[in-house]
């Protein structure tokens, strides 16, 4: 497949309020992508968009706000924006949500919550997008999995369902898309600087203590800049890789759990002992 042409195309990105979708932005508007912005805040969705728009006059720059987790509101956000966008060719499922706690410690409407927003609005997007894509040959997809969409440890069972889902998903779609000229890229971040942890929802049964320090342990795996993270993306859709891994916290756990599938869960907890210990 023939690299990806930014220019003369628009560019939908979910989770364009901050983080990884806010960094791409601006790099996708430098290679004369026009864009889509998509994303529940819509205070900071609007200074993200006002400073696309005053650093690249010349490419147009639409926002829309919307709750990923209403199916309802999303499915008509993604009508609404095919039929504005017929010019759509490249779509990025960037947005997500972290929960934690155990298994038994989340209440089914906390998992769907999770399902919804991570892998359910993805879906939705891209059965919405399909159309539009494959009626123009050279359009890409970019699905943003994650670490544990690669391994799952403990207290993150609902998180890694939906990124496992992800995952799964934009393999199955990148062999059906191939023959259409499509490309489909799965994104695998490690620790990115992003309001991840601050805005993860922690289960109803955990305990109060228990959830500030996890937390506050999360935060601080979070460390690639979210601008490094984008300009691999951008680099990634335009070489049309089938699959990034971002950072080391995302390449040696992909190894580890190659070298030993059944025991990585008992090396990621001594390893997580010894740090806590040192602490």
């Known amino acids: 497949m023939e690299a990806y042409r930014f220019a003369g195309g628009t560019a939908v990105v979910t989770g364009a309020a901050s983080g990884i979708g806010a960094a791409l932005a601006p790099l996708l508007a430098a290679r004369g992508s026009d864009l889509v912005l998509v994303d529940r805040d819509a205070e900071r969705l ?6 696309v728009r005053s650093a690249h006059p010349g490419v147009s720059v639409d926002t829309a706000v919307v709750d990923l987790a209403d ?3 999303t499915q008509r956000l993604a009508d609404e924006l095919v039929a504005a966008h017929p010019d759509t060719t490249l779509l990025v499922n960037n947005a997500g949500v972290a929960l934690g706690g155990r298994f038994d410690q989340v209440t089914l409407d906390e998992f769907d919550w999770v399902m919804e927003i991570n892998f359910r609005a993805v879906v939705r997007l891209t059965k919405a997008f399909l159309p539009t894509l494959t009626a123009r040959p050279g359009s890409h997809v970019v699905n943003v999995s ?3 969409g690669l391994m799952a440890p403990a207290g993150q069972a609902a998180y890694s369902s939906s990124k496992f889902a992800v995952r799964g998903f934009t393999e199955a ?3 059906e898309l191939a023959e259409d000229g499509v490309g489909v890229t799965s994104v695998h971040p490690g620790g990115i600087r992003t309001r991840i942890a601050e805005s993860a929802r922690v289960a109803a049964g955990v305990d109060p203590e228990e959830a500030a320090r996890g937390k506050a342990e999360f935060a601080r795996l979070l460390r690639f800049p979210p ?8 680099r990634a859709v335009e070489r049309r890789t089938p699959r990034l891994l971002i950072g080391v916290s995302a390449i040696v756990p992909d190894l580890l759990v190659r070298v030993a599938p059944g025991g990585y869960g008992r090396i990621v907890a001594a390893v997580g002992s ?6």
Do not use: D, N, T
């Open 146 to 148: 994650s670490l544990f």
């Open 173 to 175: 779609l990148r062999h």
């Open 227 to 234: 601008e490094k993270a984008a300009a691999l993306i951008v």
């Open 71 to 73: 199916p309802v509101a």
């Open 274 to 279: 010894l740090a806590a210990r040192r602490r």
């Open 46 to 51: 609007g200074a993200v968009a006002a400073a």
